[in-house]
């Protein structure tokens, strides 16, 4: 059974709009940070932003002022809206669901979706 599922990539212009949707399981959603990573071929998984269970959010400077992370929680489901698109931004996006504790973290990813900007 999937517990993250994602939805919302796609073919933007440079310029335009996205938002991504990220449905996760009820258990994992009450009780994990949910978060948005990004990770084209060749690269690292990268970090683009966190949102915790009391709203507090986290960007990488390179999305700041043009991604917003939220959370719906009667709807289990986190939201990446991204403007301001940048060909740069082209990247398979992937939701993810962490929980830090005293031994270390445990990771639920969904499989991704792809967002390309170009003209």
């Known amino acids: 059974q999937e517990q993250l599922v994602e939805s919302g990539g796609g073919l933007a212009q440079p310029g335009g709009s996205l938002r991504l949707s990220c449905a996760a399981s009820r258990s994992i959603f009450s009780t994990y940070t949910m978060g948005w990573f990004r990770q084209a071929p060749g690269n690292e998984r990268e970090l683009v932003a966190t949102?915790?269970?009391?709203?507090?959010?986290n960007y990488t400077d390179s999305v700041k002022g043009r991604f917003t992370i939220s959370r719906d929680n009667s709807k289990n489901t986190v939201y990446l809206q991204m403007s301001s698109l940048k060909p740069e931004d082209t990247n398979v996006y992937f939701c993810?669901?962490?929980?830090?504790?005293?031994?270390?973290?445990?990771?639920?990813w969904g499989k991704g979706t792809l967002v390309t900007v170009s003209s």
């Open positions: 949102i915790t269970n009391d709203g507090s959010t």
């Open positions: 993810n669901a962490r929980l830090i504790f005293a031994l270390g973290t445990e990771d639920y």
